[in-house]
């Protein structure tokens, strides 16, 4: 069974820190690409960052660039986020995903999401 499992959410005061982790069992994360995305209420899923599992490759969207960082250890098949001057914009359920190289994200695996807080 494949599975991705995300934890490390929660309620943080803007400016503070989080680290998230997606946790990946079934598959071995060197094959995949894996992907953070976050979904507010009412507002459509968005892609935070991506890293690819075999190099050193990162992509981030520019709401969050600067500010979080994707990392890898292979050794423990779990990918983190870590989020660093967290914005009330940042509220969110915090999804991972993965996906083979050229594949849709839709058509990849998905984990149940964390949810993170930023208050004022």
């Known amino acids: 069974q494949v599975q991705l499992v995300e934890s490390g959410g929660g309620l943080v005061q803007a400016g503070g820190s989080l680290r998230l982790s997606c946790a990946a069992s079934?598959?071995?994360?060197?094959?995949?690409?894996i992907g953070w995305f976050r979904q507010a209420p009412g507002k459509e899923r968005e892609f935070v960052g991506s890293?690819?599992?075999?190099?050193?490759?990162?992509s981030y969207a520019e709401s969050v660039k600067g500010r979080f960082t994707i990392s890898r250890d292979n050794a423990k098949n779990t990918v983190y986020l870590q989020m660093n001057n967290l914005k009330l914009e940042d509220t969110a359920v915090y999804y991972c995903?993965?996906?083979?190289?050229?594949?849709?994200?839709?058509?990849?695996?998905w984990g149940q999401g964390t949810q993170v807080i930023v208050s004022s």
């Open positions: 079934g598959l071995t994360l060197s094959s995949y690409v």
């Open positions: 995903a993965g996906r083979l190289w050229s594949a849709l994200w839709e058509s990849g695996y």
């Open positions: 890293i690819n599992w075999s190099g050193r490759s990162t």
